[in-house]
């Protein structure tokens, strides 16, 4: 064999060498980063989408607690008291009993409603005062057939209407 062939058989074989010592690890860890950085990347998103949530939720209280938070007792009282007397007028509700006091927080006050009324005038008053704004979070809700219709049994807290 002349020494140009071995030369060259040589050159080959290093060139063999290298591309599976060096090159092919290479690029199995080139593609594995950018795997990587594409799950990255993903996660990146997810997690600013669900801070961008947090962020939207803690701005909501915040705007919700300040107006709750200025107000005395005694006033967050009457105003609970004077939304749901409100709600309440149009109603052809009977036997209205409503009691509204201090709750245990501060910022809260204690609702209690029982009223009777035809089943479609019931709904109308249950969807009316859980609407938005209504400042009533409900805590126990009851429905009851009486012989005059259906009575409502309301349990809630009020922190004011918005």
Do not use: N
Request: charged letters at 30%.
């Amino acid at each position: 064999m002349s020494r140009r062939l071995l030369a060259g058989l040589g050159l080959f074989l290093l060139a063999l060498a290298v591309h599976f010592a060096l090159a092919r690890p290479w690029r199995r860890s080139a593609v594995a980063a950018g795997a990587e950085e594409g799950r990255l990347r993903d996660e990146r998103r997810e997690v600013a989408h669900k801070r961008a949530a947090l962020e939207k939720r803690e701005a909501v209280r915040l705007r919700a607690a300040v107006p709750i938070a200025a107000r005395e007792p005694g006033e967050l009282v009457r105003a609970v008291r004077r939304s749901l007397v409100e709600s309440l007028e149009g109603a052809g509700a009977r036997g209205v009993r409503l009691g509204v006091r201090p709750g245990r927080h501060a910022a809260a006050a204690a609702v209690s409603l029982a009223a009777e009324a035809d089943f479609e005038e019931v709904m109308r008053l249950s969807g009316h005062l859980v609407r938005p704004g209504s400042g009533l979070v409900l805590e126990r809700v009851r429905f009851s057939p009486r012989p005059g219709g259906v009575g409502l049994d309301v349990e809630a807290v009020g922190v004011g209407s918005s």
